[in-house]
């Protein structure tokens, strides 16, 4: 009788023995899905909000649930119904967004907010450490919320997003508030912000040479004003130069000379911010005392403390005040002023973020897994972990770099 022939795989399995083996499957990790509250803002007459519905949408159809507190997007010209349209659910009471596993918000909560949210959450906000408290650190470390500040946070090239966005509008933005605060109907030198035939322009001096100054060079000279930017960092002043495209006048700040320019000022702009935490007060109340009568000082940096000695936190409200005969405009949220735009690009950068995160696998891997994300963090589940808060307000504060890799 004539033996079939083996087949190919029998063969093999013949020869080497090949029988079945269990072994485990590598199984992806699944995404996370966000519950993100969206309160009303309360503080300083804020009107943004960080997620436009459009971006709701997104999220939504990502898997991700996001609560809206009522009204909460009417500043920005976005209604309930817009929201609720684009699979948000809308929240009538502050106790009840707050429970959200999430929060994010433009401005840094109150003491009372914080006490709403449950513990070991996530807080997404600003911080405008200038304006903060002890009181405000021992509040989220008594919840131990993990707190991120979206001014901290970087990209993969160490630039500042959000930073970068809002110090664009407000550098946009400045120059039409002086325009309305020279103007004699609000009580300014009666000029015009620029310059005609036969009337000299108005002089301009602006203190910092990052985006915000950039971007207010470019608008004064646009309306033909003399501009001259003082700055520390010779690179920022080069660049600046070059981005503007003019032969503008730049210096590093030196006192004879920056008092000599602020004394001829019709308008001062105060756009340096914060180095390591430590506020700079490059122009002293003398220099202001020196200036003259109805110019106009618009700090920037007020939400970071300020660069400009005489400056003290305004509203939008009451956006202004005198001293030494010098109006000063020093409101912290000046983007605030074009919400909807604020929005729009607070969202644009927000909802990429967070659909990361989600792959990611929650916020706290985000941030284990991405050193320029873990830069917003300030408290970590009851710790302080920023160095340069914890110098300024005098308190113990953890590496998180230690926490890490105690984790692991």
Same mark, same amino acid.
Request: glycine share 8%; with cysteine; aromatic share 6%.
């Given at each position: 009788?004539?033996?079939?022939?083996?087949?190919?795989?029998?063969?093999?399995?013949?020869?080497?023995?090949?029988?079945?083996? #269990?072994?485990?499957?590598?199984?992806?990790?699944?995404?996370?899905?966000?519950?993100?509250?969206?309160?009303?803002?309360?503080?300083?007459?804020?009107?943004? &909000?960080?997620?436009?519905?459009?971006?709701?949408?997104?999220?939504?159809?990502?898997?991700?649930?996001?609560?809206?507190?009522?009204?909460?997007?009417?500043?920005?010209?976005?209604?309930?119904?817009?929201?609720?349209?684009?699979?948000?659910?809308?929240?009538?009471?502050?106790?009840?967004?707050?429970?959200? +596993?999430?929060?994010?918000?433009?401005?840094?909560?109150? &003491?009372? #907010?914080?006490?709403?949210?449950?513990?070991?959450?996530?807080?997404?906000?600003?911080?405008?450490?200038?304006?903060?408290?002890?009181?405000?650190? @021992?509040?989220?470390?008594?919840?131990?919320?993990?707190?991120?500040?979206?001014?901290?946070? *970087? +990209?993969?090239?160490?630039?500042?997003?959000?930073? @970068?966005?809002?110090?664009?509008?407000?550098?946009?933005?400045?120059? %039409?508030?002086?325009?309305?605060?020279?103007?004699?109907?609000?009580?300014?030198?009666?000029?015009?912000?620029?310059?005609?035939?036969?009337?000299?322009?108005?002089?301009?001096? $602006?203190?910092?040479?990052?985006?915000?100054?950039?971007?207010?060079?470019?608008?004064?000279?646009?309306?033909?004003?003399?501009?001259?930017?003082?700055?520390?960092?010779?690179?920022?002043? =080069?660049?600046?130069?070059?981005?503007?495209?003019?032969?503008?006048?730049?210096?590093?700040?030196? !006192?004879?000379?920056?008092?000599?320019?602020?004394?001829?000022? +019709?308008?001062?702009?105060?756009?340096? @911010?914060?180095?390591?935490?430590?506020? =700079?007060?490059?122009?002293?109340? *003398?220099?202001?005392?020196?200036?003259?009568? +109805?110019?106009?000082?618009?700090?920037?940096?007020?939400?970071?403390?300020?660069?400009?000695?005489? %400056?003290?936190?305004?509203?939008?409200?009451?956006?202004?005040?005198?001293?030494?005969?010098?109006?000063?405009?020093?409101?912290?949220?000046?983007? %605030? =002023?074009?919400?909807?735009?604020?929005?729009?690009?607070?969202?644009?950068?927000? !909802?990429?973020? $967070?659909? =990361?995160?989600? *792959?990611?696998?929650?916020?706290?891997?985000? &941030?284990?897994?991405?050193?320029?994300?873990?830069?917003?963090?300030?408290?970590?589940?009851?710790?302080? !972990?920023?160095?340069?808060?914890?110098?300024?307000?005098?308190?113990?504060?953890?590496?998180?770099?230690?926490?890490?890799?105690?984790?692991?």
């Amino acid at each position: 009788m004539t033996k079939k022939p083996q087949s190919g795989f029998a063969q093999l399995a013949s020869k080497t023995s090949l029988y079945p083996e #269990e072994k485990l499957l590598k199984v992806k990790k699944g995404k996370h899905s966000f519950l993100i509250g969206l309160p009303n803002e309360i503080s300083m007459q804020e009107k943004r &909000i960080t997620l436009t519905p459009d971006a709701v949408a997104l999220l939504v159809n990502n898997g991700h649930e996001i609560w809206v507190e009522t009204k909460a997007g009417e500043g920005s010209k976005f209604s309930d119904k817009q929201y609720s349209d684009a699979g948000a659910k809308i929240i009538y009471t502050s106790e009840e967004v707050y429970k959200a +596993d999430v929060i994010l918000k433009i401005e840094p909560p109150s &003491i009372e #907010e914080i006490d709403l949210m449950k513990n070991g959450k996530i807080l997404i906000s600003a911080i405008q450490l200038g304006n903060q408290t002890p009181e405000y650190i @021992r509040a989220l470390n008594k919840k131990s919320i993990t707190a991120l500040a979206f001014e901290f946070i *970087e +990209d993969k090239v160490a630039g500042m997003p959000i930073i @970068r966005a809002m110090s664009e509008i407000a550098g946009n933005t400045v120059m %039409s508030i002086a325009s309305e605060y020279l103007s004699c109907t609000n009580g300014g030198k009666g000029i015009i912000l620029g310059g005609i035939t036969g009337v000299p322009p108005t002089k301009v001096v $602006i203190i910092g040479a990052g985006t915000v100054g950039e971007y207010a060079g470019r608008a004064a000279i646009g309306l033909g004003a003399e501009i001259q930017i003082f700055d520390n960092h010779i690179y920022k002043l =080069r660049r600046i130069k070059q981005t503007l495209g003019h032969q503008v006048y730049t210096s590093t700040i030196d !006192t004879l000379t920056l008092s000599e320019s602020l004394k001829n000022a +019709d308008v001062v702009i105060g756009a340096l @911010r914060a180095e390591k935490g430590r506020n =700079r007060h490059v122009v002293s109340e *003398e220099m202001v005392a020196q200036m003259k009568q +109805d110019s106009l000082i618009i700090d920037v940096s007020i939400d970071q403390g300020g660069c400009i000695e005489t %400056s003290e936190l305004t509203t939008l409200k009451k956006p202004t005040f005198s001293k030494y005969g010098v109006i000063h405009y020093c409101v912290p949220n000046i983007a %605030s =002023r074009v919400a909807h735009t604020a929005t729009t690009a607070l969202s644009n950068i927000f !909802t990429p973020t $967070i659909l =990361r995160a989600a *792959e990611e696998g929650g916020v706290e891997d985000m &941030i284990f897994a991405h050193s320029w994300f873990m830069k917003g963090v300030y408290t970590f589940k009851g710790s302080l !972990t920023n160095e340069h808060i914890g110098r300024k307000f005098g308190m113990k504060h953890k590496d998180l770099g230690l926490l890490i890799a105690a984790r692991f």
